[in-house]
């Protein structure tokens, strides 16, 4: 597929036919694919949790459920036949970044502007999204409640200091092609060109 019709095709699917699995060649390429993203000082603080069977797919809404909002998050209902979990180590960063080639002294989080952890670990899931398009499948990325973080990483066995980012469902789509340009936003309401509030399309 042509990258740019990857680009247009992509968007969020939530419902699959659960009857077709992903090929394990297709598992194979979306992953690889993912680590070929870029991280900060190639830090590579990132870790992935793949679940590809009913069983384990079960289990992991059955971890994202909370009891006091048990269908209040995609998390908690998502059925597909793959699913990846995406997780950021900032020790691994802070880490890194401690080393005498970076200047720094200390594993201090203070002078980050923004946790390139978490934004490095997106990069790799967006190119695993972007890989779902060109396969020919459906994926869509989602929350994992806040407050049952700590029962997905005692159901799976995650250490500590790795911090799922969320989710991605992966399958062949079941849901009938949608029509999303009207509702984005107009490009001159979020694109800038020299100055904030100058309209790209300007001079």
């Not at 802070?94 to 002078?111: C, E, F, I, N």
């Not at 396969?135 to 973080?149: H, S, V, Y």
């Not at 200091?161 to 949608?178: C, L, N, Q, V």
Request: aromatic fraction near 10%; charge should be neutral; include cysteine.
């Amino acid at each position: 597929m042509e990258f740019q019709d990857v680009i247009r095709r992509r968007r969020m699917v939530r419902h699959y036919d659960t009857d077709r699995p992903v090929p394990p060649d297709v598992v194979d390429r979306i992953l690889r694919n993912g680590l070929r993203a870029p991280s900060a000082g190639f830090s590579q603080g990132w870790g992935f949790l793949v679940l590809d069977n009913p069983a384990d797919v079960a289990r992991f809404r059955s971890a994202a459920r909370s009891p006091a909002d048990p269908d209040g998050y995609f998390a908690a209902l998502v059925e597909a036949p793959l699913v990846i979990v995406p997780l950021s180590n900032k020790d691994a960063y802070l880490d890194r970044y401690a080393q005498p080639d970076k200047g720094r002294t200390d594993r201090s989080d203070a002078w980050w502007p923004a946790p390139y952890w978490d934004i490095d670990t997106g990069f790799a899931a967006l190119q695993m999204l972007l890989t779902v398009v060109d396969a020919g499948l459906g994926a869509c990325f989602f929350g994992l409640p806040a407050d049952r973080i700590g029962a997905f990483r005692a159901e799976f066995g995650v250490p500590p200091e790795f911090t799922p980012i969320g989710a991605i469902s992966i399958g062949y789509s079941d849901e009938p092609p949608r029509d999303l340009r009207d509702r984005r936003k107009p490009a001159a309401e979020v694109l800038h060109r020299g100055h904030w509030g100058q309209p790209l399309s300007a001079g």
